[in-house]
């Protein structure tokens, strides 16, 4: 059914049932178009989920949608870090077609044009209201923010009819939250400024000042100190403004359930962004300790109890038949993130990467491949897929299923993949990590060779930097053990030619970053 038709047909019924009895209006409600919530998780590894194997650490929440739906077992974010995977997911444009698509600091400017396609632009054009709760870490306004008068470009300016965000990361300045481009809370005698580069004087650093510190930094992080935890970049000012770290998973968790019953009577589309398990982990207190890992084991455990309780909503709500939830993750896991906070002292038996090679940084699976999943009551049957798919398909897609005509270029309509109803996916996947690419095909990944150290020490990943091409086979070899680029040239030859054409560079072109 079309449902810009469907839309049409609604607004007529209602208002010629407008007089009739609170019954049919009821009936003209339960036909609207499907809503479509994103729920995104931040380094959240391939095996931090109980449905993607892990028996370590539970996430009955996540399990519930995973098992009631389709769980993807070659679903990818678009790259290992956060700010290009968000960037592909709401643009459907890969991240490395845009020079600036890396990790951006708090001042950075709006990373999406506002000429731009998005998936909420579209979605208003179909007729929705759109609405994004969480992490943002897109950037904002021009690169001049005054952050004490209305902050735009932003989310409002590339499709969002709400706003309700922190600007970058937990662990990034300001730790504000930013309310449709107005600082919330904030009081104007005390005004914010903020400085990626040099400290405001006589303002505390937790480089220079550990006796105010809750939480230790363990490398970067040593800027100014929010909450006695200290951050990268420097911040003056708006102290009545500054989050609480630990409220801030209830915080956003209020804001999307506020959100979905505000909205409930028409299509909506929420991009609620969980801001776990990024560091610095700050779990509420009534989830410390509950996962014997440690503060990224709790945090977890809060995010699926959030999870949880928000499909409550929906489900109070009558919501729960006429939505589409995608649950994903930006990048995979990382244990020490630049702070001491036990995740690996306490990780034990856990795998946050599951079977897979690397973690978040990484141009090996675990990097890119994530928990996946698609649920919607009613109208899709549970089950597994092994269909490759990417969060870049989201915007094809849900153009599809609300009977849009926009395209984007890389973004492949998936619909029938993603309601189970077809086993083709993708073709192929170009994957990214820390301005690198490699490229995925069928059951092959190819790595080309890239300068730099094999390992980043401090956060102890493998991010698949090697002198010499790797070819794995990863129905054979999940793990990407067994580099077959040498007994199989003529597989790795046809990779390097399909690889070089969709990046538009010749392999001896290819950046070699050095990296730090
Ligand atoms: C890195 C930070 C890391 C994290 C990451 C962004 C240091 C040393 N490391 O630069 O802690 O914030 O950026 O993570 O500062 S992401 O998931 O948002 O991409
Ligand atoms: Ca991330």
């Not at 001049?144 to 300016?157: A, K």
């Not at 984007?408 to 109803?421: I, M, P, R, T, Y």
């Not at 054979?476 to 790795?492: F, M, R, T, V, Y």
């Amino acid at each position: 059914m079309k449902v810009k038709g469907i839309i049409k047909i609604l607004i007529l019924q209602a208002i010629l049932l407008s007089c009739n009895a609170p019954e049919q209006n009821k009936e003209v409600v339960e036909q609207k178009a499907p809503n479509v919530i994103i729920i995104y998780a931040d380094d959240l590894g391939y095996g931090d989920v109980g449905a993607y194997g892990s028996t370590e650490l539970k996430t009955p929440n996540i399990d519930r949608l995973a098992n009631g739906g389709m769980r993807f077992t070659n679903g990818y974010a678009s790259s290992a870090t956060c700010s290009p995977s968000r960037y592909a997911l709401l643009t459907g444009q890969y991240p490395w077609r845009n020079k600036n698509a890396k990790i951006l600091p708090g001042t950075a400017p709006l990373l999406i044009s506002t000429q731009q396609m998005t998936i909420p632009k579209m979605l208003k054009q179909s007729g929705y209201h759109t609405g994004i709760v969480g992490k943002w870490h897109l950037g904002l306004g021009d690169g001049q923010v005054d952050w004490n008068q209305h902050i735009s470009p932003g989310p409002n300016e590339v499709g969002f009819d709400y706003a309700y965000i922190m600007a970058a990361t937990q662990d990034r300045v300001p730790t504000v939250y930013i309310e449709n481009g107005k600082v919330v809370n904030l009081d104007p005698n005390d005004p914010i400024e903020i400085d990626y580069s040099k400290n405001f004087e006589g303002e505390p650093t937790g480089k220079d000042n550990p006796e105010l510190l809750k939480m230790k930094w363990h490398h970067g992080h040593n800027n100014s100190i929010v909450n006695g935890i200290p951050r990268i970049g420097f911040m003056k000012g708006g102290e009545s403004a500054k989050w609480v770290d630990e409220d801030m998973a209830d915080h956003f968790l209020g804001k999307a359930q506020e959100y979905i019953k505000g909205h409930k009577d028409e299509p909506f589309f929420l991009y609620y962004a969980l801001q776990q398990p990024h560091v610095p982990r700050t779990p509420h207190p009534r989830f410390v300790g509950k996962s014997g890992m440690g503060p990224r084991g709790d945090v977890i455990v809060e995010a699926d109890w959030c999870i949880g309780e928000f499909i409550k909503t929906l489900e109070t709500e009558g919501l729960l038949e006429n939505t589409l939830i995608i649950l994903s993750s930006d990048n995979g896991p990382v244990l020490n993130d630049g702070y001491y906070d036990d995740a690996v002292e306490k990780l034990g038996k856990h795998t946050p990467a599951g079977p897979l090679r690397g973690g978040k940084y990484s141009l090996f699976e675990a990097g890119t491949r994530v928990p996946f999943i698609t649920y919607w009551e009613g109208e899709i049957q549970p089950g597994v897929s092994d269909a490759l798919v990417s969060q870049i398909d989201f915007l094809a897609s849900l153009a599809a299923l609300t009977d849009s005509d926009v395209q984007v270029g890389d973004s492949q309509n998936l619909l029938d993949v993603f309601k189970g109803k077809s086993e083709k996916g993708r073709d192929n996947l170009v994957l990214e990590a820390t301005s690198r690419t490699a490229f995925r095909k069928g059951d092959w990944a190819m790595i080309p060779p890239y300068k730099g150290p094999a390992v980043i020490k401090t956060v102890n990943i493998e991010i698949g930097n090697a002198n010499e091409f790797q070819l794995y086979n990863l129905k054979e070899d999940i793990g990407e053990q067994n580099n077959l680029a040498e007994s199989n040239p003529e597989k790795l030859e046809e990779m390097i030619a399909e690889f070089e054409s969709i990046r538009g560079i010749e392999y001896k072109e290819t950046e070699k970053l050095e990296l730090k």
